[in-house]
Nanobody
Framework: QVQLVESGGGLVQVGGSLRLSCAFS????????MGWFRQAPGKERWSVAS????????YYADSVKGRFTISRDNAKNTVYLQMNSLKPEDTAVYYC?????????????????WGQGTQVTVSS
């Protein structure tokens, strides 16, 4: 069974940076595409960024392009989300997710495994 554990969330001021990490265990990490999603109170969960199993392809939501970077280290079984130039609207619970496939998956419905989430709060 795949387990995902996020870390790195917290409180940051506008314009600051955070790096989220998601530790993967239970299966072969390099066989899984990974994604980061976020959900604000009262809103749907949506895709922030996703990455293929090799790390060779990535997708970003328009609202985070140029500010966020998704990456993975298959030797460490970890996927990262580097978040720069943070804005108040980035405040949400951030989740990582995994699906056993090579290519990027954007829809939450495509993913089979989810972490517990980590809170990111951007204060103005």
């Amino acid at each position: 069974q795949v387990q995902l554990v996020e870390s790195g969330g917290g409180l940051v001021q506008v314009g600051g940076s955070l790096r989220l990490s998601c530790a993967f265990s239970g299966r072969t990490f390099s066989s899984y595409a990974m994604g980061w999603f976020r959900q604000a109170p009262g809103k749907e969960r949506w895709s922030v960024a996703s990455i293929s199993w090799s790390g060779g392809s990535a997708y970003y939501a328009d609202s985070v392009k140029g500010r966020f970077t998704i990456s993975r280290d298959n030797a460490k079984n970890t996927v990262y989300l580097q978040m720069n130039s943070l804005k108040p609207e980035d405040t949400a619970v951030y989740y990582c997710a995994a699906v056993e496939r090579a290519s990027i998956a954007r829809s939450p419905a495509s993913y089979d495994y989810w972490g517990q989430g980590t809170q990111v709060t951007v204060s103005s």
